[in-house]
């Protein structure tokens, strides 16, 4: 940045007094944020923070019940009046849409990998593809879906990259960091509530933080077809205290 190299060659030619030096400090922060405005310099490289939310446990978990806002792309745990978790997702496309309705989770598989869209894995090459495309010499390996929560068959919650607009093929996809909470919330047997709105989001749902790592790049698929994809997620990690009352 040439600007700021001369501002520092010149600082380095003369004594600094501190009205000087506070001059100098807004003259800089001033170049930043017209840097930053203009796209010259990037805060990519400043580490932010997990996406994460907290959860609870249920005092009885067969009272727990999943509701869904599609409306406002966020999942809201709940237990009678206490909201055992709230987190954003990403519903699916109008293409392809999540399903309305009352349900009920039927299966839970923390290691699911997908029917349909994977790889095809030969000794030479690891490709993108479908089941249904599956080169002759190749073996299909699906794409990891982990923390499986199905609650109508070919629809489930799972981890995956939670994009501000509706994106999926009709699952709900929650954060790899939160899922594991989740995962462990339901039970089979669970009720699942998925309407355009709900009650929850005009308070617990107004000021839940969403994931900005939605556009981070795949791990190689040589790791994402392997077992140790699964290994390395991270587990469920859950609140001391009781879970706060709904407002």
């Not at 600094?16 to 930053?36: C, T």
Request: aromatic share 10%; glycine share 6%.
């Amino acid at each position: 940045m040439p600007r700021s190299s001369g501002l520092t060659e010149r600082i380095s030619r003369r004594k600094v007094g501190p009205a000087m030096m506070l001059s100098l400090a807004r003259r800089l922060a001033l170049f930043l944020a017209a840097a930053l405005t203009l796209g010259l310099v990037s805060c990519s490289s400043v580490p932010s923070k997990p996406y994460d939310c907290k959860a609870y446990r249920p005092a009885n978990p067969s009272a727990v019940q999943i509701k869904v806002s599609l409306s406002n792309s966020m999942v809201y745990v709940v237990e009678g009046n206490r909201l055992l978790l709230a987190t954003a997702t990403t519903i699916g496309t109008p293409e392809n849409p999540t399903p309305k309705g009352h349900f009920k989770v039927f299966q839970k598989i923390a290691d699911k990998r997908s029917n349909t869209y994977g790889f095809h894995a030969s000794s030479d090459a690891i490709r993108p593809g479908t089941r249904a495309q599956t080169p002759s010499g190749s073996r299909y390996v699906g794409y990891p879906m982990p923390y499986w929560v199905e609650f109508s068959p070919g629809y489930g919650f799972h981890a995956g990259c939670v994009w501000p607009m509706p994106r999926s093929h009709g699952c709900l996809r929650i954060h790899k960091n939160v899922a594991p909470k989740f995962f462990e919330l339901a039970r089979e047997g669970t009720p699942v509530y998925i309407a355009d709105h709900q009650p929850e989001d005009q308070t617990a749902g107004r000021n839940v933080p969403r994931p900005t790592d939605y556009a981070d790049p795949d791990p190689p698929a040589s790791f994402l077809i392997s077992d140790q994809y699964f290994a390395q997620l991270p587990r469920a990690f859950f609140e001391e205290a009781p879970a706060p009352l709904l407002p």
